[in-house]
C-alpha cells in the first residue's frame, strides 16, 4: 500500500518537502525507515554515503533499486530504527522521514540516533503527529486504538513527534509546522524540523 500512497503524496507536493528536508546534507548521513527510497533522488552531492535502514522486505527491495539510481552513494540495510548499524558517534546526521508514526519504540529510536551521531551532529525530521486541537486528538487516540495501525504498517497518528525528539535530549534548532495536504484531518498536521543534541 505504501509505494502507491507515497507516489500519490508526492506528486501532490511531498517531493518538494523531502527537498527541503535533505538541502543541505553533507557527508555521512543515516536515513532511518527509508521504505522505497523516495529521499535517494534528493540528497545533494555534499553527502559522500547515505546508509538506509528499511526493515520491511518488499520495501527494502524496492530501496535497493533507488539505491542504483540515486546521485551519492547509498547502501541499504534490514536493520531497524531500535539497532541502528553504525558505531558511536560514526555518523554526521540522521534523517526520519515519515516513519516515527510506525516505530515501535520512539524513545529507543532517538537514543539510537543520539549514539550514532559525531558531537555536533544533528536529526533531520519530517513527520505527522498529534493534532493542534483536543477533539481531533481524541479521534486520533480512537484510531491507534483500533483500525489504523493493523491498517497502516503499525502507523499511529496521535504521537507528539516534536516532544519526543525534545525528551530525547535534542534542541530543535528550525521547526516548521504546517498541514498537508492543507486540510484539518487526524492524518494532516506535519512537523519538518532540524535538531542537534543538547
Known amino acids: 500500500m505504501w509505494p502507491k500512497m507515497r507516489r500519490t503524496l508526492d506528486s501532490r507536493g511531498m517531493t518538494e518537502h523531502r527537498r527541503t528536508l535533505l538541502a543541505g ?50 547502501e541499504v540495510s534490514g536493520a531497524s530504527a531500535g539497532k541502528l548499524p553504525a558505531p558511536d558517534a560514526g555518523v554526521d546526521s540522521v534523517v526520519f522521514c515519515l516513519v516515527l508514526c510506525t516505530v515501535p519504540d520512539i524513545d529507543g529510536a532517538l537514543a539510537e540516533a543520539r549514539r550514532v551521531l559525531k558531537p555536533g551532529g544533528q536529526i533531520r525530521f519530517l513527520e505527522h503527529g498529534r493534532a493542534d486541537s483536543a477533539g481531533l486528538v481524541r479521534i486520533q487516540r480512537a484510531l491507534d486504538a483500533t483500525v489504523w495501525p493493523p491498517l497502516a504498517g503499525g502507523c499511529h497518528t496521535s504521537r507528539d513527534i516534536v516532544a519526543a525528539v525534545e525528551r530525547a535530549g535534542f534542541t530543535i534548532d528550525d521547526l516548521r509546522r504546517y498541514n498537508f495536504p492543507p486540510v484539518r484531518t487526524p492524518w494532516s498536521f506535519h512537523a519538518r524540523g532540524t535538531a542537534t543534541v543538547r
Open 25 to 74: 546534507l553533507a557527508g555521512h548521513v543515516l536515513e532511518v525507515g527509508a521504505g522505497d527510497g523516495a529521499n535517494f533522488a534528493h540528497y545533494p552531492p555534499t553527502v559522500i554515503r547515505v546508509l538506509a535502514v528499511e526493515p520491511e522486505p518488499k520495501l527494502r527491495n524496492l530501496a535497493a533499486e533507488a539505491a542504483a539510481r540515486a546521485p551519492v552513494s547509498v
